[in-house]
């Protein structure tokens, strides 16, 4: 089994910063791509920003050149620094690992979902 452990969110003003960490634990064979995924009350979960293993990213056209993630492949940690914070940008925030896991001595391709982390951004 895999467990993730989201730290980081909170509450903070407009304009402000936060920073996320997911630190994945358990049996890993190889993880490919980490990333963090977001959900506001009343909305779909979306993708907020992916990392692959070799360090290529993606983010959502609405966080570009806001955020930034990150990864210690060392520490199967993915980070999420988080700058000129909006109000929309309030949600709960997931992180997501994606890649080959080890299940009663067999090796699976899954994905495993953090527990999620609430991020506010209000005045």
């Known amino acids: 089994q895999v467990q993730l452990v989201e730290s980081g969110g909170g509450l903070v003003q407009p304009g402000g910063s936060l920073s996320l960490s997911c630190a994945a634990s358990g049996s890993i064979a190889a993880i490919n791509v980490m990333g963090w995924y977001r959900q506001a009350p009343g909305k779909q979960r979306e993708l907020v920003a992916t990392i692959a293993s070799g360090g290529s990213t993606n983010y959502a056209d609405s966080v570009k050149g806001r955020f930034t993630i990150s990864r210690d492949n060392r520490k199967n940690t993915v980070y999420l620094q988080m700058n000129s914070l909006k109000p929309e940008d309030t949600a709960v925030y997931y992180c997501?690992?994606?890649?080959?896991?080890?299940?009663?001595?067999?090796?699976?391709?899954?994905?495993?979902w953090g527990q999620g982390t609430q991020v506010t951004v209000s005045s």
């Open positions: 997501n690992v994606a890649g080959t896991f080890v299940t009663s001595g067999s090796y699976h391709y899954s994905q495993f």
